[in-house]
């Protein structure tokens, strides 16, 4: 079963890696998916800029053909108020040219003399009279000869603003100055020239507009922006002009802020940008993030051998730890059944089996006992069945069962057996048999030994090799001997059978052998004799031999 | 006859010797007349933000307008003798900033905001009580009481470019403001003992003791803005 551990500790290991794996992958996707994003604002703000300042110069570059117009440059010149009917011509000139505009018409369109007091302004109601802008720097510089944008906080809007000097005969005789509110508008063309990003303008803790792109599923919101205010206004950075580190937006989009070019920077009017981002919830949402060529591009031929693998391989480990084993037992118990064998073969048992054959073995050996038997048949233990050769005998019976009938009058020296080396066969190891003194004849028979097979081998092995015949017939045989063993073999082996005895076990050099060892010690006791016959019979069911000497 | 005092230690001495001679037997209030001036050319200032804008550049056709210091707006001249301000003092918010941008109060009087630009303003006063961020309307004023004497920035929330020196002194007698060429005048000054001073933005440029002792006008030395800001203490 160490393979099947081995096995299941090598899955658990798998399971436990692919786990970790998702669950890394997730921490490290959704980290991307961040950086990404971040990445992306980044671009996005910088962007920004570019088109704000694009956009400041195409307004300015708008202002050209309004400066340069005759009717403004005479009405600035002329200094008329804007109440006034030259001033009302006047805006009404503005009106017409800022028409011509298009997109870069001006919400706000003023004309100042070159004291800076407007002369005239479309967009709002006229002016009061003697108001001017010449002090604010946009318009100062620009009635000093320079072109310019800022950022203005205008009756309480936030305008772009853009100006230009109007040069009327050699001088700077006024300005115009050109006002375009931070509105939802630009934020829409913003957005959708930066890809998508929700695009919106604040000034201070409010939100002044916002465009949030329709065609991008959970884009950010403009209220979900303005929850961050209060924490980007805070930010060094933005204090300092730059853009802020980008902000969470509630674990779905980040945004960053930064402050607008221009006056109304000083007055915390900014602009934001944001995007969302898509996270993994759990490991598993990785599938449904998954894109057909995403699976298409999965190995599946790697991937289905690699699963057919390892289910040979676990097949392989359970036949190998489970499925043969178990054969084996089965087929053990099955000789059991059939009788063809009276225990297990412990040794060729795994060893869960083999616990569980012990088991078996006391189990019967108790119910056997119990039933006043004995589980075990005689074994084809040669000694036990033709017994102590008699030292002094005419004839010796042997049999085979629980008492050993034969007349042996001389019992062999007792012979040390080696301890049993089979792990399964160490509790069944019987103790050595006890010194046999001669004892009257006949002997009475013995309880057989309880010997394994593999004992009961070794034995006979044993008993063949110190048979050593001690006069000059020892150790051989006769041609008519050998026809005689042979012959008393073959009879035994089939009383044997008849007697439901096994014989699997019995071979006949094995039966030659004790068959001389007892012919030399009945010859020993018995040198007159010419020979020794034995006689094949039953006895209680079960197969037994007599020895008998010939005499001369 | 108008006699000039000149201002500085050096000069304190022949001042006092020159005031003695001018002391005439009735007493009537004069007008003390002086005069800034700065010789330094003012450096032509973009648009100050924490975020400059984008495009500041000269138009390519005509050389740009050379700036020059605007006296009304950035310098004050202040009177102070025994008689005290009871008066409000009164500024404007006017082409789209404070005119002066010094202004000198004396403490426990009004300072009056009349906003006369088209569009509103928020001044406030960082660290000055009572002047909070409030909308001043096109065409409305301001009222704010001086309770604190000092040097405060007064400022607006709109508009950045909007931003004032406020000197709130213990005693004024008259304030006035230079015209564009840099004159001033103290008119009806009674006999007595004055200090002149000219501030220009957070710097007192001099101070210069002033005895008025007839009926005739007095007229100041040109005070130059460049020095810096030097204290006299001249002779009668």
């Known amino acids: 079963m160490l393979l099947s551990r081995v096995w299941f500790l090598v899955l658990a290991a798998a399971a436990i890696v692919g786990l970790s794996t ?59 108020g804007d109440g006034q009917e030259g001033g009302k011509a006047l805006r009404e000139r503005l009106r017409s040219m800022n028409q011509q505009l298009e997109e870069l018409r001006a919400d706000i369109l003023i004309a100042v003399d070159a004291d800076g007091v407007i002369v005239a302004q479309e967009g709002r109601r006229a002016a009061r009279a003697g108001a001017g802008l010449g002090k604010v720097p946009l318009v100062a510089r620009a009635l000093s000869g320079f072109l310019g944008d800022d950022v203005w906080i205008y009756d309480g809007q936030v305008y772009r603003m853009a100006a230009r000097p109007i040069i009327d005969r050699g001088a700077y005789v006024g300005a115009i100055v050109h006002a375009q509110k931070l509105d939802a508008v630009l934020a829409q063309r913003m957005s959708e020239r930066l890809g998508g990003p929700t695009v919106g303008f604040f000034f201070r803790d409010k939100v002044l507009a916002s465009y949030a792109p329709t065609d991008k599923p959970g884009a950010p919101t403009p209220p979900e922006l303005a929850a961050q205010l209060t924490a980007a206004r805070a930010d060094e950075r933005l204090k300092r002009g730059e853009r802020t580190d ?51 591009a999965l190995p599946k031929l790697t991937l289905g051998l690699a699963l057919l693998g390892l289910f040979l391989v676990a097949m392989g480990i359970m036949y190998l730890e489970r499925d043969r084993p178990l054969a084996i037992f089965r087929a053990q118990v099955d000789k059991i059944a059939e009788g063809k064998a009276e225990e297990l ?23 056997v006992a119990q039933g006043g038997g004995s589980r075990h048949k005689p074994k084809a233990n040669l000694d036990e069945i033709l017994g102590p ?29 080696p301890p049993p080396t089979s792990p399964g066969g160490a509790a069944r190891m019987p103790p050595p048999p006890a010194p046999a003194k001669p004892p009257p004849a006949p002997l009475k028979a013995q309880p057989a030994p309880n010997l394994d097979e593999k004992s009961v081998a070794l034995r006979l092995d044993t008993l063949g090799s110190l048979a050593k015949p001690s006069n000059g017939n020892a150790g051989y045989a006769t041609p008519d001997e050998e026809a005689h063993f042979r012959e008393v073999f073959s009879k035994f082996v089939k009383l044997r059978e008849q ?54 | 006859m108008n006699r000039s005092v000149q201002s500085g230690r050096s000069a304190a001495p022949a001042v006092g010797m020159l005031l003695a001679m001018l002391v005439t037997s009735a007493a009537t209030a004069v007008d003390v007349r002086g005069s800034v001036r700065s010789s330094e050319e003012p450096k032509s200032k973009g648009i100050e933000a ?47 900033t404070l005119l002066p941008s010094t202004i000198v109060v004396q403490h426990g009087t009004t300072l009056r905001i009349r906003n006369e630009d088209d569009f509103g303003h928020e001044l406030y006063v960082p660290g000055l009580k009572g002047f909070d961020a409030v909308e001043t309307s096109p065409g409305s004023t301001r009222t704010i009481q001086m309770e604190q004497t000092g040097v405060f920035e007064l400022r607006d929330r709109l508009s950045p470019h ?75």
């Open chain 1, 22 to 80: 998702a669950l890394l992958a997730r921490g490290v996707i959704n980290r991307e998916q961040v950086g990404f994003v971040d990445e992306q604002l980044r671009r996005d703000r910088f962007g920004s800029e570019m088109l704000l300042k694009l956009d400041a110069r195409a307004r300015i570059d708008a202002l050209s053909p309004i400066a340069a117009d005759s009717a403004i440059r005479e009405g600035v010149r002329g200094k008329h």
């Open chain 1, 246 to 296: 980008p902000l969470e937006l509630a674990g779905r989009g980040r945004v960053v802020f930064s402050l607008v070019a221009g006056s109304a920077s000083t007055a915390e009017v900014g602009y934001m940008v944001a995007r969302s981002y898509t996270t993994l919830p759990t490991p598993f949402a990785i599938f449904d993030q998954a894109k057909k060529e995403d699976v298409d």
């Open chain 1, 345 to 367: 073969e412990l040794a060729h048992l795994i060893r869960q089996h083999r616990k569980i054959g012990e088991s078996i073995h006391k189990a019967i050996d108790t119910m």
């Open chain 1, 389 to 417: 050769a008699p030292d002094n005998l005419t004839s010796s019976a042997f049999s085979f069962g629980g008492e050993q009938s034969s007349a042996v009058a001389t019992a062999p020296q007792p012979v040390a057996l």
């Open chain 1, 499 to 552: 007697c439901g005895e096994a014989t699997s076990d019995l071979t006949y050099e094995r039966f030659l052998g004790t068959l001389q060892k007892h012919r030399d010690q009945i010859l020993q006791s018995r040198p007159e004799a010419r020979g020794v016959r034995f006689t094949v019979y039953e006895k209680e069911g079960r197969a037994a031999l007599k020895a008998a000497p010939r005499k001369a």
């Open chain 2, 50 to 96: 924490i975020r400059a804008p984008y495009w500041q550049e000269w138009n390519g056709f005509i050389e740009p307008k050379k700036s020059s210091v605007d006296y009304p707006r950035e310098v004050s001249a202040v009177l102070i003798g025994a008689a005290e301000m009871r008066d409000a003092t009164s500024i404007a918010l006017r082409d789209g």
């Open chain 2, 162 to 236: 909007v931003h004032a020196t406020l000197h709130v002194v213990a005693k004024v007698t008259q304030v006035v403001s230079p015209n564009a060429d840099g004159g001033f005048v103290f008119k009806d000054v009674a006999p007595g003992s004055y200090v002149v001073k000219v501030f220009r933005g957070r710097s007192e440029i001099t101070a210069t003791e002033l005895e008025v002792a007839n009926s005739k006008d007095i007229v100041l030395t040109a005070i130059a803005l460049d020095s810096g800001a030097v204290r006299s203490k001249p002779g009668k």
